[in-house]
């Protein structure tokens, strides 16, 4: 099954060895608890190798204090926090709410999220990092209950993506205020629409009867970082954005299947400007749900939405180039029983040829997956599904007019094609070889609950509530060919409360690693796999003792475990990057203290929780997690 020419690392082996080991069967009609226990393939295959020779730092324990920890030896320091300057003579963060939309757009927006970092010298490099949303009740003095027309500028200017140099002194890695390249995107930036849907009857409106030019980006989850140097930053929660205060508005079937509803949206956009009034403009929601691709390195770049990548609630973009040239992209649909994705670019990439390849994402054919759903079987096939107007009954009949509908209402396309419904799936990352992909699945409650969400294959838990990691290898290590073969490489669990049911996870988690809803998730270059969580906090019933959201480190090898870093209180722990050294790790801390939760994050003493990206290092200067 495996292309043994093109990949013959120790891994490929690993995984090889266990995939022709006896399928795994049991008797019942859903999966053991056994069966969960024993799952871990990868810790059973090399149950030698105890520790990990990849993973060399001691382990944190859980926390719920209000601070960042990192393991012994390691320091992590805050780079940026929401309401930073970032150009001189921008105004410092005032934690009285009451500045204006003016001094927040030439400030760090908030709640940091994906990010990525581009290298300009051995001392200088640009980080674009998204901002996904904002809560009001630390953004306004009144907390969103009276807002103004500025207000509301001022929360779309807290939105978007935030872009900065910063310069290496003394060993540490600062932000440059005077960098060239520094630039707020935000919710009013000027985009272009390419591929498929752009300029189509869906995508105009009153202010833009080309259908070309959106205003804006908002509910930025994660990233995606292509070889020829460009940022990818994915629209997820656009829905929250839209609503009405007209009686009785008649809202579509296809936005009701993306959460838009007849109703006020709290951040209450629509008040001050009227597109974001789904009765008055029902087609400005199509123009957002999209992956936007920006130049980190020209400030005056138009970002560019790019159609051909479907719409959804985007969570990542996981950017591949194929051994032919083709360029890939892994893309997750963040919402229950909704599906995973991939993008293979038509032409193909050129080494050193950044002009050639800066249209790569324009034209291409999307895919959905089916998995296998035995529910017995915690391991098996996979096929991607062409989303192409005309195949596998994407066809006027079943409601589809052309291509540009099948891109705009992708989720029903896949619905139309038999995709597998899943657990949320979040971040995508490709494993360093190339070859071996990983995806989170973050939780479900509906799973078993809803008929459209059954029980098995890769979602084998009814109301998961830890989530778990899938993994896949395309058929022949060929990311184009529409087969694959998948395995789980983690269940989350809690092996304390729930000992022997499948919801203490898998063999690789115990009372000392656990942890619920892995979220973000990427490699280094040595192939460690970083796992951040966004997930339960109380410390109390099924999360006893899972503390604070957490990044945990990965063997993919061994199948080991470890937890790295623990966040302050009610923080979820998202966006990672590396300085290209691998020295110094960038890591995103998001909304500490929501809804009022006692943090007072990063600063301490009465001052308020911000969201805040931090530099980690080691003292001794070492590459990270080695
Ligand atoms: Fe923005 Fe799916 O997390
Ligand atoms: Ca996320
Ligand atoms: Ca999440």
Not at 22 to 40: C, E, K, P, Y
Not at 126 to 147: K, P, R, S
Not at 291 to 302: G, L
Not at 442 to 465: D, F, I, L, S, Y
């Amino acid at each position: 099954m495996w292309n043994r020419d093109e990949q013959d690392s120790q891994f490929s082996q690993m995984i090889e060895a266990r995939l022709s080991r006896r399928r795994f069967l049991v008797g019942t009609a859903a999966v053991s608890a056994g069966a969960f226990l024993s799952l871990n393939p990868i810790a059973k295959a090399f149950a030698a190798d105890k520790q990990s020779a990849l993973l060399n730092f001691e382990a944190v324990p859980v926390s719920t204090s209000d601070e960042i920890v990192v393991p012994k030896g390691y320091k992590a320091k805050p780079l940026l926090s929401w309401g930073d300057p970032i150009f001189p003579g921008a105004p410092e963060f005032d934690q009285s709410g009451k500045q204006d939309s003016k001094a927040q757009q030439r400030q760090f927006g908030d709640n940091t999220d994906g990010m990525s970092l581009f290298p300009i010298s051995d001392d200088r490099a640009v980080i674009a990092v998204n901002n996904e949303y904002t809560n009001y009740e630390y953004l306004f003095d009144h907390g969103g209950d009276a807002m103004t027309a500025d207000d509301v500028l001022k929360a779309q200017a807290a939105h978007g993506v935030t872009v900065f140099e910063i310069v290496k002194s003394g060993g540490e890695w600062k932000l440059d205020k005077s960098g060239k390249r520094n630039r707020r995107i935000t919710a009013n930036t000027e985009m272009m629409l390419t591929g498929p849907a752009a300029g189509h009857a869906l995508m105009k409106t009153e202010l833009d009867p080309s259908g070309m030019k959106p205003l804006g980006t908002f509910n930025n989850c994660a990233n995606g970082q292509t070889p020829w140097g460009t940022y990818l930053t994915c629209e997820e929660n656009f829905h929250g954005y839209f609503g009405t205060r007209e009686e009785g508005a008649d809202i579509s079937a296809d936005h009701k299947r993306y959460g838009i509803k007849a109703a006020a949206s709290s951040y209450q956009w629509h008040d001050a400007d009227e597109r974001f009034d789904v009765a008055k403009h029902p087609n400005e929601p199509h123009r957002f749900g999209w992956v936007v691709e920006i130049d980190p390195h020209n400030p005056d770049a138009t970002p560019l939405k790019r159609t051909a990548l479907g719409r959804f609630k985007h969570e990542n973009a996981a950017v591949v180039v194929n051994d032919d040239g083709h360029v890939v992209v892994y893309l997750g649909d963040d919402e229950r029983g909704e599906h995973l994705y991939k993008f293979v670019s038509k032409h193909k990439y050129k080494p050193g040829n950044d002009k050639a390849n800066r249209d790569l994402l324009e034209e291409g054919t999307l895919y959905v997956a089916r998995f296998d759903m035995d529910d017995k079987e915690l391991k098996g096939n996979g096929e991607w599904i062409e989303l192409t107007y005309g195949k596998n009954g994407l066809t006027k009949e079943n409601g589809f007019n052309d291509q540009a509908e099948v891109m705009i209402f992708a989720r029903r396309a896949a619905t139309q094609v038999g995709a597998t419904t899943m657990d949320r799936p979040e971040w995508v990352a490709v494993h360093p070889d190339n070859k071996h992909v990983f995806c989170t699945l973050t939780n479900n409650k509906n799973r078993g609950v809803k008929e459209n969400q059954p029980v098995g294959g890769p979602n084998p838990r009814a109301q998961n509530n830890y989530g778990q990691i899938v993994r896949w290898m395309p058929q022949g290590g060929d990311h184009t060919k529409s087969g694959f073969e998948w395995d789980l490489y983690l269940i989350a669990g809690n092996p304390v409360v729930h000992k022997g049911t499948p919801y203490a996870g898998s063999e690789n988690i115990n009372a000392d690693n656990m942890f619920n809803s892995p979220d973000g998730i990427g490699f280094d270059k040595a192939g460690r796999l970083w796992i951040q969580t966004d997930g339960k906090y109380s410390n109390k019933g099924d999360f006893a003792g899972q503390g604070n959201n957490q990044m945990l480190c990965g063997d993919p090898m061994t199948g080991e475990v470890r937890r790295f870093l623990t966040g302050p209180i009610a923080c979820e722990i998202t966006g990672l990057t590396f300085s290209p050294d691998y020295k110094t790790m960038f890591v995103g801390v998001q909304h500490p203290g929501e809804d009022g939760a006692p943090s007072h994050f990063p600063a301490g003493g009465n001052s308020k929780p911000r969201s805040t990206i931090v530099a980690i290092t080691r003292e001794d200067g070492g590459v990270i997690g080695a």
